[in-house]
T-cell receptor, first 113, second 114 residues
Framework: AQSVAQPEDQVNVAEGNPLTVKCTYS??????LFWYVQYPNRGLQFLLKYITGDNLVKGSYGFEAEFNKSQTSFHLKKPSALVSDSALYFCAVRPNQGGKLIFGQGTELSVKP | DTAVSQTPKYLVTQMGNDKSIKCEQN?????MYWYKQDSKKFLKIMFS???????INETVPNRFSPKSPDKAHLNLHINSLELGDSAVYFC?????????????FGDGTRLSIL
């Protein structure tokens, strides 16, 4: 079965420190990968995507993500976390054959001053 | 200008009632979606329409009936509401062209069944 896993329900980081939110996927072929962020009482907002090419993709608000095909991972990173980055982050994958977007279970990021 | 707007934002109603949620997008997208987010924040697609045609229909009780009068609107009607229907329902839209088009989400409708 095709799936996306975010192994950490919660990630805690001090402001100014680097952050990583992990994502692994199990999908056949060459999937398209996405990260979305959800702030309280809001809908999901697109952060970045990987389609092809450079394994390091840059997105909104200083976030970037590294695609690793051998490890089937697409971890979200930011060099220096801000308190305002605190939110719920979703990894998602669209399989090679198209169709629906499959979401991970979400990771709550908490950045403390 | 709100790109994807849903109404109402909050919906509190009794078990057994029928209710509708409306969604409109002004992005010029041709594909729209309904998602359900449960209390554990898990997000699951329910339906998708492309140019008024149903293209994704997940395993959803037939009490849920989507309707797309045109490609800018996708409504969700729910009959005989049950306690388990309590959730946040999100509408989203995208361009269908290519697999890499991101989806744009509304701010959700919080449905509470008493």
């Amino acid at each position: 079965a095709q799936s996306v896993a975010q192994p950490e329900d919660q990630v805690n980081v001090a402001e100014g420190n680097p952050l990583t939110v992990k994502c692994t996927y199990s999908v056949s072929g060459n999937p398209y990968l996405f990260w979305y962020v959800q702030y309280p009482n809001r809908g999901l907002q697109f952060l970045l995507k990987y389609i092809t090419g450079d394994n390091l993709v840059k997105g909104s608000y200083g976030f970037e993500a590294e695609f690793n095909k051998s490890q089937t991972s697409f971890h979200l990173k930011k060099p220096s976390a801000l308190v305002s980055d605190s939110a719920l982050y979703f990894c998602a994958v669209r399989p090679n054959q198209g169709g629906k977007l499959i979401f991970g279970q979400g990771t709550e990021l908490s950045v403390k001053p | 200008d709100t790109a994807v707007s849903q109404t109402p934002k909050y919906l509190v109603t009794q078990m057994g009632n029928d209710k509708s949620i409306k969604c409109e997008q002004n992005l010029g997208h041709d594909t729209m979606y309904w998602y359900k987010q449960d209390s554990k924040k898990f997000l699951k697609i329910m339906f998708s329409y492309n140019n008024k045609e149903l293209i994704i229909n997940e395993t959803v009780p037939n009490r849920f009936s989507p309707k797309s009068p045109d490609k800018a609107h996708l409504n969700l009607h729910i009959n005989s509401l049950e306690l388990g229907d309590s959730a946040v329902y999100f509408c989203a839209s995208s361009l269908r062209r290519g697999r890499g088009q991101p989806q744009h989400f509304g701010d959700g409708t919080r449905l509470s069944i008493l």
